[in-house]
């Protein structure tokens, strides 16, 4: 839910200025390691253009509730809509867009959430729409990591970094491994997960029997798939913990690499539970 409240203040003050001054952009790279706040920020620069307020924006006023409510049309929002990737099929509806004047106000706004997402044949679609644009546009691009951003992409952006905004660190790390909000929300007490998870990594290390009844026990635990991704996010980051600190640098090594396998195959609607047993099983070998 988009929230003008929830924004942050030092670049919407740049923003403001840049508009008091007829200098705003035609397009931005929004880097914030959370993206709520660059996702408010985008949405609080088109209620900027479109308000009626005496207090611009004001967030209340019927041309800022259908921006807020998605129902303006000026306003494009391309998410990723319960995908993996964006995909050039979400870049084209842009491109037809742009040839378009604002239907009511004087400039229309392209917004893409998750831009680190975008595939390549999407992010070079998406350079047409960077470049010094025909109609009157804003395109303005929300990511949590900068350097998954194709360079020709970002080189025709403005930059503004969130990153000096307080986080929550495992919040944002969970977003960058590929967990949605809902999905992190969703998760509720992760404790007994990361504990079930560490005991697993040790007794895979260790090749122990009991690794395979610990993969009984958390199946059980992680029902939902919010739940099973982090499983595999909390394997891996031990394994890279342990390859950091030279422990078992082979097993380590082997292992880190199974489990990018095993997650490839739960991703690929193999059971949660057998991709588990896979992962013992093709350790113990």
Not at 146 to 153: C, F, G, R, S
Not at 198 to 215: G, I
Request: a negative charge; one cysteine or more.
């Amino acid at each position: 839910m988009i929230d003008l409240k929830n924004i942050g203040q030092k670049q919407t003050d740049l923003l403001r200025d840049a508009y008091l001054n007829k200098k705003v952009a035609h397009s931005y790279l929004f880097v914030d390691p959370m993206q709520k706040k660059g996702l408010n920020t985008a949405y609080w620069l088109a209620c900027l253009f479109n308000c009626t307020g005496e207090n611009k924006p004001d967030g209340t006023c019927n041309n800022c509730q259908r921006i807020l409510d998605g129902n303006h049309p000026d306003v494009f929002l391309v998410k990723l809509e319960g995908k993996q990737t964006l995909s050039i099929d979400q870049i084209r509806p842009l491109k037809e867009e742009l040839a378009k004047s604002p239907v009511e106000g004087k400039r229309r706004f392209f917004i893409i959430e998750n831009a680190e997402k975008l595939t390549l044949a999407a992010s070079n679609a998406l350079l047409n729409l960077l470049e010094e644009p025909v109609a009157p546009v804003v395109t303005i691009l929300i990511t949590n990591n900068e350097n998954q951003i194709l360079p020709t992409v970002k080189s025709r952006t403005q930059i503004l970094n969130f990153s000096d905004e307080k986080i929550d660190s495992k919040r944002a790390q969970l977003l960058e491994y590929g967990l949605t909000d809902e999905e992190i929300d969703d998760l509720g007490d992760t404790a007994k997960l990361e504990e079930e998870s560490k005991y697993l990594f040790q007794e895979l290390l260790e090749q122990n029997d009991l690794a395979l009844v610990r993969v009984s026990q958390i199946s059980g635990l992680a029902t939902k798939p919010a739940s099973q991704k982090f499983v595999f996010y909390q394997l891996k980051t031990l394994a890279m913990k342990s390859l950091a600190a030279g422990e078992k640098l082979r097993k380590s090594a082997f292992l880190l690499e199974l489990l990018m396998t095993a997650d490839k195959m739960r991703a690929s609607n193999v059971s949660f539970h057998n991709t588990l047993d896979y992962l013992v099983l093709s350790f113990e070998r």
